[in-house]
């Protein structure tokens, strides 16, 4: 493909000057440059390995470039570069002839005003260094007034970001299928411990879709352009989830509905905080309708049977 557009480019440039902005007007398939931050995190590395896959140059910003995961990446074809979001200059930099951002901040390492620090230097950066195309990940919800912190941080990034005059687009996933991976030790013993009643709802999205759909964002500027989409692959009860995971996991898991109590011991004031906001109103992602445009969203089941155990 990218052989292809090459030779389009050589075609329409003959006998006349090329400049940059006719080689991305002759060439929509040309293989622009994306710089994608948090690039060996769970987001990240699926948006990098989504991008590489549709063709774009992928620059993966990280702190270190030496490690496990960043080699990983490197491997793969993405160009590693050091950097954090609190170095104005190695943000400068990453974004050198960038085409696109991707943008992931990080509310549990960093807390609320960091994180709403982090994602304004990255907006901020980007206008400078002239990026066409700004892919925030927030999180669906975020413009609900939840008063969630991790909920209410990323709508003020968005916010911001609506302001900065940057050509963007904003991708909501809900509660990411990938996190099975911190809870697997607890369901092996056979229980799902969960403070809401079996009949609550809720909906999940795997990081590998969440590429996806930050993939077509940059491959369909013009349909993405000013838009926020919340995203999600599957919903189903608690309940459901529970019989789900004995089908899949091959034991038999049980449901364990413990007080709020002993759950906010466990797991914390945020995370009880949005846990009763998932009992009280919760995710409302028409998943059938994506899943008629997107046929290929993974159902939970579908992640679960291709989780390395």
């Not at 990218?2 to 400049?19: D, F, K, S």
């Not at 104005?88 to 990080?106: E, I, K, N, P, R």
């Not at 994180?115 to 002239?130: F, P, Q, R, T, Y």
Request: proline share 2%; glycine share 10%; net charge negative.
């Amino acid at each position: 493909m990218r052989i292809t557009n090459v030779a389009l480019l050589i075609l329409a440039c003959l006998g006349a000057a090329c400049t940059e902005s006719d080689r991305s007007a002759a060439t929509p398939g040309y293989a622009e440059l994306v710089l994608v931050t948090g690039a060996t995190g769970t987001q990240g590395g699926a948006v990098a390995r989504e991008l590489l896959d549709r063709g774009f140059d992928v620059r993966g910003l990280t702190r270190n470039p030496d490690s496990d995961r960043a080699k990983v990446l490197t491997d793969l074809g993405v160009t590693m570069v050091k950097g954090n979001f609190d170095d104005d200059a190695s943000l400068a930099a990453a974004m050198h002839g960038a085409y696109g951002v991707f943008a992931v901040t990080d509310f549990w390492e960093h807390g609320y005003d960091k994180e709403v620090d982090h994602g304004k230097k990255l907006i901020d950066a980007a206008k400078n260094a002239g990026v066409n195309h700004f892919v925030f990940t927030s999180v669906a919800g975020s413009n609900a007034n939840t008063g969630i912190p991790h909920f209410d941080s990323k709508a003020e990034i968005e916010e911001y970001l609506r302001e900065s005059g940057i050509d963007y687009s904003i991708v909501r996933p809900v509660s990411f299928m990938d996190n099975f991976r911190y809870f697997r030790k607890q369901v092996m013993t056979g229980s799902f411990y969960d403070p809401r009643a079996g009949d609550k709802n809720h909906q999940w999205i795997a990081a590998r879709d969440i590429g996806f759909f930050v993939g077509e964002a940059f491959d369909n500027p013009d349909e993405w352009s000013g838009k926020a989409l919340d995203i999600a692959g599957d919903e189903m009860t608690i309940a459901e989830y529970a019989d789900l995971l004995t089908v899949t996991m091959g034991l038999d898991v049980h449901h364990q509905q413990i007080t709020w109590d002993a759950y906010e011991a466990e797991a914390g004031d945020e995370m009880t905080m949005m846990t009763r906001w998932f009992d009280q109103i919760g995710y409302d992602v028409d998943v059938e309708s994506l899943r008629l445009r997107y046929a290929g969203l993974l159902t939970y089941e579908q992640f679960l049977i291709n989780f390395e155990r």
